[in-house]
C-alpha cells in the first residue's frame, strides 16, 4: 500500500523554528518528486514547496521563500521540512505529496493525513 | 502568479444529477492542471490530471476537459459519498496555484 505519514507538528512560539518529516512507503520513493502543501485554518489548500526525485530542482511559494527548506533523504524514502521564522500565518495543516512523476511540474497523487503547525505565542 | 478562479464557490444537487464545476486560470497553462477531492478531515484525493485524464482507480462517473485557461470538471451522476470541496490546481508555472474550492452538496 502506498502510503505517506507526516510527523513534526506543534505549537511553537513566532520566530522558532519547527522541522516537518514525512515517510513514505508502498513505492519507489526516489523515483518521483515530492511536495508539501498546507491548509490554512477554514480556508483552502496552498502549494508550499517541492523537490524533484533527485534534489536537482526545489521550488518554493513566495510566501515561505528564504524560510522554509525542503529536503529528502532516498535512502531512507524521507522528506522534510525545515521551517525557521515562523509567522501565525504559516497556522496549518501540512500535507506530504507525491508528485506523479520525477518533476515538480506534476500532478500530486498520493496524500499524507497531514500534520499540524500552530505558531502562537 | 497565476491566479485560479471556481465557478461556482458552492452548489446543491439531487442524487443522479450531473454537475459541473469551471476552473479559470489567468493565463494559459497548456493542460497542466489537477482537480482534488477534499472531504473533512481526510487527505485530498487526486481525481483528474493533465486536465482530462482520469486518475486511476476513481469512479467513471468524474471527468475533466478544457485546455489553455478553461478548464471544466463534471460529475455525471451525483452520489452522496460525492459531497466534498473540489479544487483545481495547476502546475504549469510556480507557484503552483489551487483554485478557492467549490463546495458539493447533495439537495
Known amino acids: 500500500e502506498v502510503q505517506l505519514v507526516e510527523s513534526g507538528g506543534g505549537l511553537v512560539q513566532p520566530g522558532r523554528s519547527l522541522r516537518l518529516s514525512c515517510v513514505a512507503s508502498g513505492f519507489t520513493f526516489g523515483d518521483y518528486a515530492m511536495s508539501w502543501v498546507r491548509q490554512t485554518p477554514g480556508k483552502g489548500l496552498e502549494w508550499v514547496s517541492s523537490?524533484?526525485?533527485?534534489?536537482?530542482?526545489?521550488l518554493y511559494a513566495g510566501s515561505v521563500k528564504g524560510r522554509f527548506t525542503i529536503s529528502r533523504d532516498n535512502a531512507k524514502n524521507s522528506l522534510s521540512l525545515q521551517m525557521n521564522s515562523l509567522r501565525p500565518e504559516d497556522t496549518a495543516l501540512y500535507y506530504c505529496?507525491?508528485?506523479?512523476?520525477?518533476?515538480?511540474?506534476?500532478?500530486?497523487?498520493?496524500w499524507g493525513q497531514g500534520t499540524t503547525v500552530i505558531v502562537s505565542s | 502568479d497565476i491566479q485560479m478562479t471556481q465557478s461556482p464557490s458552492s452548489l446543491s444537487a439531487s442524487v443522479g444529477d450531473r454537475i459541473t464545476i469551471t476552473c479559470q486560470a489567468s493565463q494559459d497553462i497548456t493542460k497542466y492542471l489537477s482537480w482534488y477531492q477534499k472531504k473533512p478531515g481526510k487527505a485530498p484525493k487526486l481525481l483528474i490530471y493533465?486536465?482530462?485524464n482520469l486518475e486511476t482507480g476513481v469512479p467513471s462517473r468524474f471527468s475533466g476537459s478544457g485546455s489553455g485557461s478553461v478548464f471544466t470538471f463534471a460529475i455525471s451522476s451525483l452520489q452522496p459519498e460525492d459531497v466534498a470541496t473540489y479544487y483545481c490546481?495547476?502546475?504549469?508555472?510556480?507557484?503552483?496555484?489551487f483554485g478557492p474550492g467549490t463546495t458539493v452538496n447533495i439537495k
Open positions: 490546481q495547476q502546475y504549469d508555472s510556480v507557484p503552483f496555484t
Open positions: 523537490i524533484s526525485w533527485n534534489g536537482g530542482t526545489i
Open positions: 505529496a507525491k508528485g506523479g512523476t520525477t518533476s515538480c511540474f506534476s500532478r500530486l497523487d498520493v
Open positions: 493533465d486536465g482530462s
